[in-house]
């Protein structure tokens, strides 16, 4: 079973900073890449940052557009650890955040795993 946990939600005045934590738990083998995604009421959980490790896919590291510039995303794939680094918040980044692993456990096929979501809340 693998599990992910996260940390680091909460209140932040727009223009402040907030760092996301993700440790990936369990009977993973290997995790391929890791994600943050946000999801408002109402509206379609949308891709913030991915990560890929340097020997899957395009082992590229991409921000969406709307965080390009104030976001970084840092993992350690080798840790199963990946957090990401939030500045120059706005309200519109105001949203429920999920992280993403990418990977295969001992049954062999590559899955998503998902973490239950942490609240970022920004505020004036």
């Known amino acids: 079973q693998v599990q992910l946990v996260e940390s680091g939600g909460g209140l932040v005045e727009p223009g402040g900073s907030l760092k996301l934590s993700c440790i990936v738990h369990?009977?993973?083998?290997?995790?391929?890449?890791v994600a943050w995604h946000r999801q408002v009421p109402g509206k379609e959980r949308e891709l913030v940052a991915r990560?890929?490790?340097?020997?899957?896919?395009?082992?590229?590291?991409t921000y969406s557009d709307a965080v390009k510039g104030r976001f970084t995303i840092v993992g350690d794939l080798a840790k199963n650890t990946v957090d990401l680094q939030m500045g120059s918040l706005k309200p519109e980044d105001t949203a429920m955040y999920y992280c993403?692993?990418?990977?295969?456990?001992?049954?062999?096929?590559?899955?998503?795993?998902w973490g239950p979501g942490t609240l970022v809340t920004v505020f004036s």
């Open positions: 990560m890929n490790a340097d020997d899957y896919e395009d082992g590229l590291t």
């Open positions: 369990g009977s993973i083998v290997r995790v391929l890449a």
């Open positions: 993403e692993a990418e990977g295969y456990d001992l049954t062999g096929p590559i899955d998503d795993y």
